[in-house]
């Protein structure tokens, strides 16, 4: 496919996301009507989709429009690129842009559009929720968010680690955030076709969620309940920092697990699965990583923060605080209690740690909320002493 083609592609599937269709649905359903696609072509194409739902308020503007073409000239036009070089007509190029499309673009865009790219409904709240980053993190996030590994230190190191890499053509390099953190540059797209990576030397995960995981203190024979486990990604970190810990999984769909035991095998850790709804009790640390917005990872699933409403969010809170209070019971007396969120916002971080404090009578020891300044998503982490 030449470049254009994959613009007009991107147009198509921004019309089914636009009329509805899940951002990853659509992609995956494009893909099977159009085989013809290569895998470059494929990944071309969903950069371009992504690219524009990352900032689809202001390329509607930029653009004038809100439907698949508007979207993508407006997207061109914020990347200083004139749409006429891509809306040609040749070959299986968008057709030119018509003259009632030319007029709709705006001749000048306001200096703080990256604002522009949150939900209408909740930008006073994340910009109140922010304070003084509020600007800086709107515009980053805007851009792709970087890919990061956790190098698996109970089978290798950073700098063997990264020469690994290095042997199947994959650019890493140390991040500050954590000291088990590699960034990837070139070749990040083949990484888990590399040999690192199936010999379990290292583990996609984000550099905020490895810097909370890093804040847990662990000693040999703690008992640890990682208690929302999902697909097991904070169990086979705990296990990688402290392999004489004894880890325990749990999520209320255990599909969301399924994958976990050869996870593990190929890490070299020791982690049980508990069955939903029978976590067990008397842990010495229980981790809660709470359902939520997800507005921190809004650069990787950019779609979601569209989709979600003020009715889910409240949804979510108090979800988040039902969790909170039943995963108290599972703590052994004297034990912790660590809650976690990819999110951004108070209401779900801050004052949801406040609130479950106040009604047990618990100590919160600490709580950090890391931003995308840091370079990796948005995330909160929280300590409570029970």
Partial sequence: MTPAARYAAAIDILDRIQSGEVAERALTNWARSHRFAGSKDRAAIRDHVFDVLRCKASAALAG???????????????QGVDPATIFTGEGFAPDPLSEAERAALPHALPDDIAQLDWPDWLRDQLASDLGADFGAISEAMRARAPVFLRVNLAKTDRDRAIAALAKDGIEATPHPLAATALELGAGARRIQQAAAYKDGLVELQDVASQAAI???????GERVLDYCAGGGGKSLALAAACPEALIAAHDIDAGRMRDLPARAKRAGAKVSLRAPGDPGTGYDLVLVDAPCSGSGTWRRTPDAKWRLSAARLSELVALQSEILDAARDFVAPGGRLVYMTCSLLTVENG?????????????????????????????FVAHLQL
């Fill in 351 to 379: 004052a949801q740690i406040a609130n479950f404090a106040m009604r047990h009578g618990c100590e919160v020891l600490s709580q950090r909320q890391i931003t995308p300044l840091s370079g990796g998503d948005g995330f």
């Fill in 64 to 78: 004038g429009g809100a439907g698949g073409r508007a979207l993508v000239a407006g997207s061109l036009r914020l």
């Fill in 214 to 220: 890093a804040s847990v203190p662990l000693g040999p």
